[in-house]
């Protein structure tokens, strides 16, 4: 189910009660509203529902996604700030509470992965994934600890059809499949 099937579905529970959802912007930019037809960042983080034909806009809850090693998973946040519509409204709240589980369950149910002919600097692979998570598609960081918590990473490596191939965060390179990479050593961004 998508955000827009979402606030759809939301809005066919009663004629009565318009559905709005606002998504938040992490990258500072605050609230912004949605509507079906609009364009926005789907990767954001916070989904608000709110009821917006009533005379002041009711939140009804909130779906957020709460990081888990390398998975991100969909959560439900029943804080709102008119429990008095809630509780007159009951009947409708739970209707919409079941159709964000099912949003839930839909959209939490799929397992991150890389597919083949990804590409891009291994800086962005990087901060798209945690080290654990790409280990398991053929990157290996080589390190040691002294008198310091955190590693001091001598070299990163991937494994390529020829063996394996030091790299920098600058190399551009491509998942061809089974945990191997290609790299462009013409196309190395500086």
Known sequence: MTIDELETKLNEIDDEVQIHIKKY???G???YALTINSNFNRYSDRLTIEITNTKKKVLLFSLFKKRYGTTKSWELDTRSNDHTWIVKYM????KAL???QQFMEENNGKKPSIDIGVRGTLKD???AYTVEFLGKYGYKEYSY??????PIILAKTIKTKYGELVIHNNSVITYVGDGIWSVSRDEIQH
């Open 29 to 31: 930019g605050g609230y």
């Open 145 to 150: 600890r002294l008198f310091n918590p955190k």
């Open 25 to 27: 912007n992490p990258n």
């Open 125 to 127: 692979f990087k901060n």
């Open 91 to 94: 009947d409708f709240y739970l």
């Open 98 to 100: 079941k159709i964000a």
